[in-house]
């Protein structure tokens, strides 16, 4: 098993900086895959970006050139660096970890961009 724990969320003006991390606990195995997500008010989970061990990243068009996904495998500790937010990014954002088939997700933290 594989617990998430998020912290960083909060309010923040527009254009405002935030950065989120999430540890995670447990059996780890060394070849793994993280993941930011999120969900506004009546929209479905999305992905805002993802990063393996390897260090592939990839990002959502929306969020391109704003966040930074980054990890410290020493830690078990994966960051979203979230830069120039907008409104729109306002939602309950989740990390993901996902080993072995498995995936796991943190309890959600909120982050509201206030215009």
Known sequence: ???LVESGGGLVQAGGSLR???????VIFSINGKGW??????????L????????IISYANSVKGRF????????NTVYLDMNSLKPEDT?????NHVQ????????GTQVTVSS
């Open 1 to 3: 098993q594989v617990r």
């Open 20 to 26: 989120l991390s999430c540890a995670a606990s447990g």
């Open 37 to 46: 997500y999120r969900q506004a008010p009546g929209k479905q989970r999305e």
């Open 48 to 55: 805002v970006a993802s990063i393996t061990t390897g260090g």
């Open 68 to 75: 930074t996904i980054s990890r410290d495998n020493a830690k």
């Open 91 to 95: 939602a309950v954002y989740y990390c």
């Open 100 to 107: 072995e088939g498995s995936a796991y997700w943190g309890q």
